[in-house]
Structure formats: structure tokens, C-alpha cells
């Protein structure tokens, strides 16, 4: 194909390599972008898990008489689902 045309060969060889640091840099920007997105959902999730600890704590308190214990560990399901999927996401 090039010959005996080394120049050919070797100006071909650096447009491969140049396209392939390019593809690497996109894909990293991708990998980067996902990684931003998982550490958003992450900590949104663990807000509102927060969130709703306190509102049950409240509730608690004004329902005394109340037996909480199926939404406290429905809640403490979710708190141990969302470390599990951040876990296993590598946020």
C-alpha cells in the first residue's frame, strides 16, 4: 500500500494515534459526566432520606400512640438501598 513511502505509513500511523487520544478524551468525558450524574442522584437520594427521617421524627412526636415501625424500617431499607446502589455505581 505505502510502498516505499515510510512518510506515508508514518503520517498515517500518527493521524490513527491522534484520532485514538481523541476517542479516549470523549469517552473520559463521558465516564466524567456519568460519574457527575450518579454523585447528583446519590446525594439528592440521601437528602430525602434525611428528610424523611425528620418528618417521621416529627410525626412521632406529635402521634405519641402511633406505631411507627413499619415506616421506620421501610426507611431504613431505603437509606441501606440507596448505599447499595451508590456502592455498586462507585460514587
Same mark, same amino acid.
Given at each position: 500500500?505505502?510502498?516505499? %513511502?515510510?512518510?506515508?505509513?508514518?503520517?498515517?500511523?500518527?493521524?490513527?494515534?491522534?484520532?485514538?487520544?481523541?476517542?479516549?478524551?470523549?469517552?473520559?468525558?463521558? $465516564?466524567?459526566?456519568?460519574?457527575?450524574?450518579?454523585?447528583?442522584?446519590?446525594?439528592?437520594?440521601?437528602?430525602?432520606? $434525611?428528610?424523611?427521617?425528620?418528618?417521621?421524627?416529627?410525626?412521632?412526636?406529635? %402521634?405519641?400512640?402511633?406505631?411507627?415501625?413499619?415506616?421506620?424500617?421501610?426507611?431504613? %431499607?431505603?437509606?441501606?438501598?440507596?448505599?447499595?446502589?451508590?456502592?455498586?455505581?462507585?460514587?
Amino acid at each position: 500500500m505505502f510502498g516505499r %513511502n515510510p512518510r506515508a505509513a508514518l503520517a498515517l500511523l500518527t493521524s490513527i494515534q491522534q484520532e485514538l487520544i481523541i476517542m479516549s478524551q470523549t469517552n473520559q468525558q463521558h $465516564a466524567d459526566a456519568i460519574a457527575a450524574q450518579l454523585t447528583t442522584i446519590d446525594a439528592t437520594l440521601k437528602t430525602g432520606v $434525611a428528610a424523611i427521617t425528620a418528618e417521621i421524627a416529627t410525626l412521632k412526636a406529635a %402521634n405519641p400512640a402511633v406505631d411507627f415501625t413499619a415506616v421506620d424500617t421501610a426507611v431504613a %431499607n431505603l437509606g441501606t438501598d440507596v448505599a447499595a446502589a451508590t456502592a455498586a455505581a462507585g460514587a
